[in-house]
């Protein structure tokens, strides 16, 4: 599964981008944001508050109790603020 | 005719608005936002997720589209590092009448503010820091969907 | 700044758009309205009401500087022989947000239609008609008096 | 006083401006218009349809039955239609 992170969520992770092969107890966006937290400090740190971070499956906006299924990409990030 | 660009060259504004020409239009209403220096703002960068930024934006010009019958729609966002005066972003809509073009213009700076994945930060001096997400933005973006008056 | 012309000369928008830089501004809005060449229209002539027409114009201006805290506003009203695709009317407005400039745009425009001494003919290849005001622009015009939602 | 004509008020008067004198009794817009009705036929078609009459006192639109007071510019037009 390909992860991309944006904006503070990247800077605190310090990557953009990584592959990761979680267990398959990790079936919503929401169990991937805590199994991510225990991967590095960096990812602790940017796993901290889920209630702050936004996520998407395969280039789509999605809640965070979204199911994973077959997803290539997710990513994680803050709310947006374009425009 | 839809047109969607993300690039982190200056918006060229008279580019832009002669290209919004279009046969039987009655109306052309354009927004544009550019980088404030209130607050003691010197700089914006702005960061985008390529690919989901450009299909947010056609999905945003397909909608208004269809729900204004628009002859054309031109978003154009800028990505990269700004400073203030800059300009943050282009929405151009063409009908055939005004109130379609005026609505269709303020709905897609509305919701490209909360659909579509884009992330500033800010710099005063030496500080740097993420912009928080607006509630009055979702505000905004959510009153279209509310019964009209 | 307020800045208003009735003119002859076909409206330049890149001198117009340029023209909107203000410092401290967010956000820049902008409608043009366009002679539409549905129905066979082949032509339009634009009168008005010298002396009068500007006076309205600021009026207008004035009104929604204050309405709205805007930072500029442009309004250009094209009179004489007209052609189907050439733009009557540009308006832009400057505020520090957007949806002041949003706002006080759509507001000008209603209120141009109904407020300031115009007034359009129509030729259709040999046949001239006065064009009648619509129920439709006066209704447009009140609703801003209306409360808001 | 001086009058002016707009669009098809205009053409039928034909003429865009004159000055006239009405008499005493002529106190309001409505009172010139039926007036001016009795000058010429020209004048007569123009103000035949007094409801599809607008008008200006010294450049600032009045409804039909403001006094004229001391008027010096009254313009009568049809309904606007700039923009």
Known sequence: MELLYFAWVRERIGTGQEQVDPPETVRSVADLIAWLATLSPGHAEAMREPERLRAAIDQKFVPLDAPLGAAREVALFPPVTGG | ?149
Chains 1, 4 share one sequence.
């Open chain 2, 1 to 149: 005719m839809i047109r969607v660009s993300v690039d982190s060259a200056p918006i060229e504004l008279a580019v832009e608005v002669a290209a919004l020409d279009e046969p039987g239009a009655g109306g052309v209403a354009t927004f544009t936002g550019l980088v404030r220096a209130d607050d003691g703002v010197t700089g914006l960068e702005l960061e985008h997720y390529p690919g989901m930024t450009e299909q947010a934006l056609i999905a945003l010009a397909e909608t208004a589209t269809e729900r204004w019958s628009l002859l054309g729609v031109t978003m154009v966002h800028r990505v990269g590092a700004m400073e203030p005066g800059d300009r943050i972003v282009f929405i151009g809509t063409v009908a055939q009448h005004r109130r379609e073009a005026l609505d269709a213009c303020a709905w897609l700076i509305d919701r490209l503010k909360t659909d579509a994945p884009f992330w500033k930060r800010e710099t005063r001096g030496e500080t740097a820091s993420w912009v928080e997400a607006r509630a009055s933005d979702a505000a905004a973006a959510a009153r279209w969907d509310a019964p009209r008056g």
